[in-house]
């Protein structure tokens, strides 16, 4: 595509001309906010971290209440170990389907537009977590409740995959050289936000309602603010995305999607090598807030709203880890960065017993040490590999390389760490964490031989 605009890859110059054609996969809806201005990398940031942040804030929302409220809710035919491991089978259905959700959504943006795609994608997202509010309980309305909760699941997850918007991917392109770990870190900055909001809520809504009225209407209340979020956060993001000059610098770096067929005959060794590379910091993910929540719930006296405050604790403390990696990644290089977080994950994971089974001391050291390293590692964790795809995979490679390092590292680790430490010691978590850090490690240093550009 000829164009006359120049980049110079911190800064995005000059207007869309008046006659710019409009791609097939981008025209229509982008034109009800088409401004003609330019769009500086401060845009693009913020669309990235609103996007982000709603997103993780749906995301913890159902995974607090999957400790806190449903197993007790959905499943109350069973002792309490059990009915929570059933609440974690249901967790893990989004991140099966989420890569599911990708390639549909993909077939969405190629056939109408990316505004379709998101419009739609937030859509569902917003039906699945209102329709969750809105569930009777098992006692209500017995195995219905369940098959309803099942569904409204998969929608949030199939959602979830086709809300990739492309902006972390042009906001990583657009940076500097020596800035590709500070930029690769702002879209991660979502995930310990949408924490503390979402920890926060249910810390409030727990510490000021009877059990009665928490477990009848106060844990319904975060999935209404959930859905309220995403509304805003959509309009927020369509803002940006509606603009010609968007379409123009997206249709620049080549980042439209592909079919699937091309992208695991061409991509799908870099698709792997990417969910991997990161494996330590999502099996992490939900080792420090998840499992833990849920063990604590069922083995110690603390209350749970406390826990709530000294995990929203942790995510400040990970926002810092964030933020700082960035920095460290530029200094040393993100590969080299994620390793050595990896390495010292590892090293972490043979403390888990102690300080699990420590007190309120031990469990408190594990926490925000626990949200240290997962700050520092997932910092970095998106943009370690995505590099390796040509331009012209790029934007499908990092979507499909996310989902698959959610479904192999994150999905099933509540329900394993809890199953396991429930039935044969926490020790066994140690194994689990351990496992995770031994991928990374042996991911990047295949990554690393096949001498694969940064």
Not at 29 to 35: G, L
Not at 66 to 78: E, M
Not at 332 to 356: N, W
């Given at each position: ?266 991509q799908g060794r870099n698709v792997l090598i990417g969910a991997l590379a990161a494996l330590a910091s999502y099996a992490l993910f939900h080792l420090v807030t998840v499992f833990p929540l849920s063990w604590v719930q069922l083995y110690s006296n603390r209350p749970v709203a406390d826990f ?147």
């Open positions: 595509m000829a164009t006359n605009t120049t980049y110079d890859g911190t800064n995005f110059n000059g207007g869309a001309p008046a006659d710019y054609p409009a791609s097939p996969t981008s025209s229509g809806a982008r034109n009800i906010n088409a401004r003609h201005g330019e769009i500086h990398p401060g845009e693009i940031a913020v669309g990235v971290v609103i996007g982000r942040a709603s997103e993780y804030f749906d995301f913890f929302v159902y995974a607090i209440a999957s400790v806190l409220v449903f197993p007790q809710l959905f499943f109350p035919f069973d002792d309490r170990l059990d009915a929570t491991l059933y609440s974690f089978v249901i967790f893990s259905f989004a991140f099966i389907a989420r890569p599911f959700g990708t390639v549909f959504f993909m077939w969405v943006q190629r056939r109408y537009s990316r505004e379709a795609k998101l419009l739609g994608a937030m859509f569902l997202l917003g039906t699945a977590t209102v329709g969750i509010a809105f569930l009777p309980s098992f006692a209500e309305a017995g195995s219905t409740a369940l098959v309803l909760l099942a569904l409204f699941r998969i929608g949030q997850g199939v959602a979830q995959g086709g809300s990739w918007d492309g902006l972390p991917s042009l906001l990583a392109l657009s940076a500097p050289h020596n800035k590709r770990g500070w930029y690769a870190m702002l879209g991660q900055l979502g995930a310990p936000v949408g924490f503390i909001i979402a920890a926060g809520v249910f810390a409030y809504m727990a510490a000021n309602l009877s059990a009665l009225d928490f477990l009848d209407w106060g844990w319904r209340f975060p999935f209404f603010v959930a859905f309220a979020i995403n509304v805003v956060a959509l309009f927020a993001r369509l803002r940006l995305v509606s603009t010609p000059e968007y379409t123009r610098l997206l249709d620049d770096r080549e980042l439209e999607p592909v079919t699937l067929s091309e992208m695991s005959h061409t709530l405050v000294l995990q929203m604790w942790g995510a400040a403390i990970a926002i810092v880890g964030t933020i700082a990696s960035g920095v460290i990644a530029d200094r040393f290089g993100r590969r080299t960065t994620l390793g050595t977080l990896a390495a010292l994950i590892a090293i972490f994971s043979g403390f888990v017993p102690t300080l699990m089974q420590g007190g309120e001391t031990g469990q408190t050291i594990f926490i925000l040490v626990g949200f240290a390293l997962l700050g520092l590692s997932y910092g970095q964790a998106a943009g370690a590999v995505t590099a390796n795809f040509t331009a012209r995979h790029r934007y499908m490679g990092a979507a499909l390389t996310s989902d698959l390092a959610w479904l192999a590292g994150a999905a099933f680790a509540p329900l394993v760490a809890l199953g396991l430490s429930a039935n044969f010691g926490l020790g066994y978590v140690s194994l689990y964490l351990l496992s995770g850090a031994v991928g990374s490690l042996a991911a990047l240093s295949v990554n690393r031989a096949l001498e694969i550009r940064d």
